[in-house]
């Protein structure tokens, strides 16, 4: 057997057990000075090499114009800064098709009534609280790594699909529920 | 016609963790929380900081001012636990929560206010008290939150 093919192997065996390389990924950072301490401590830690750190909106504005991004982690309560308008206009910046769809995970230490479902319809990806801990980013990184969701674009909403598609029932049964879905139609549910 | 536009853009980030090398995720787990261990005492010294900031706000004539106490306790609530602090962490989280209410009932109530930072300042020793006494005092503090809750939504 050649080095590569032992080489293949070994990566293949790797992945399989559960192997994270984010040597070539391009992460940002938002957050005030502790907070990125904190999350450079974590990313280093996955082996994250590319970490573009942003104190301000301003700077992560220019961050996102100028380089690939493939991943956005960012507090929601940054001062003198509106986090869910800047993802907005992320998402609906047709003229950055690079960045505008990363996948962006916010961070709060405390959520203020109604941040989840304003988290939601901004377009983030996901909503984690703080204090930080490396399982959840973990988790959550790689769920948004292996996501196939795909993006929708409205008049008012530019983000992740969050339709859920129902199974149908098979044909010629009837649910017995008021809600089951027609025999031969496709439901969506919108569980945003 | 919705006037919806789907788009199926490529996955940068999960092109770029499957890519051959990088490290197993339990490895990644280890060294990212010993980078968080390394920097504990670090955060320890945000949280003084933090308590002295509150301190001075809460000695201002008039009280202090919401958002400022609210800000501060929010990064209380964010470092706490990784400076080895979670019950200074679960405080400074109730204490947001009352700020919060009384932000929307219009005011702060100064009693409330107290209970929150002195636990706050308790629990950055914890070690001088007992497992019982810390649960007692976030167990106060719990009713005392769940007193104001109740006043808002009466």
């Known amino acids: ?192 | 016609m919705s006037g919806a536009r789907f788009h199926s853009p490529t996955n940068h980030l999960g092109k770029a963790v499957t890519q051959p090398g990088g490290k197993p995720v339990a490895t990644a787990l280890a060294d990212a929380q010993s980078q968080l261990d390394d920097a504990a005492e670090q955060l320890a010294g945000r949280i003084d900081e933090i308590l002295g900031e509150i301190g001075a706000l809460c000695a201002r004539p008039g009280g202090p001012p919401p958002d400022d106490l609210y800000r501060l306790a929010r990064e209380a609530a964010g470092l706490a636990a990784l400076a080895h602090l979670p019950d200074l962490g679960l405080a400074a989280h109730a204490l947001c929560s009352l700020i919060d209410l009384s932000r929307r009932a219009g005011a702060l109530p100064e009693e409330q206010i107290q209970v929150g930072v002195g636990a706050m300042r308790l629990l950055r020793h914890p070690e001088r008290f007992s497992e019982e006494a810390r649960k007692m005092l976030l167990d106060d503090l719990k009713a005392v939150l769940a007193k104001a809750l109740k006043t808002a939504s009466a």
């Open chain 1, 1 to 192: 057997m050649s080095d590569q093919s032992d080489r293949n192997l070994k990566d293949s065996a790797e992945r399989a057990l559960g192997v994270i390389n984010l040597d070539n990924a391009s992460i940002l950072l938002i957050d005030d000075a502790w907070g990125i301490e904190i999350l450079t401590r974590i990313f280093v830690g996955f082996g994250a090499r590319h970490l573009h750190k942003a104190e301000s909106l301003e700077a992560a504005s220019e961050t996102v114009a100028k380089l690939p991004v493939d991943l956005i982690v960012t507090e929601t309560q940054l001062q003198g800064g509106d986090v869910y308008g800047f993802i907005r206009k992320l998402r609906a910046d047709a003229g950055n098709e690079r960045n505008r769809f990363a996948p962006v995970i916010l961070l709060s230490a405390h959520a203020a009534p109604g941040a989840i479902a304003e988290a939601r319809d901004c377009g983030a990806n996901f909503f984690v609280a703080k204090p930080l801990s490396p399982k959840v980013m973990m988790d959550r990184v790689l769920w948004v790594a292996g996501a196939k969701r795909q993006y929708v674009e409205t008049a008012t909403y530019a983000g992740p699909d969050r339709r859920f598609r129902t199974v149908t029932l098979p044909p010629g049964v009837l649910g017995r529920r008021g809600g089951d879905p027609r025999p031969g139609v496709e439901a969506v549910e919108l569980t945003g």
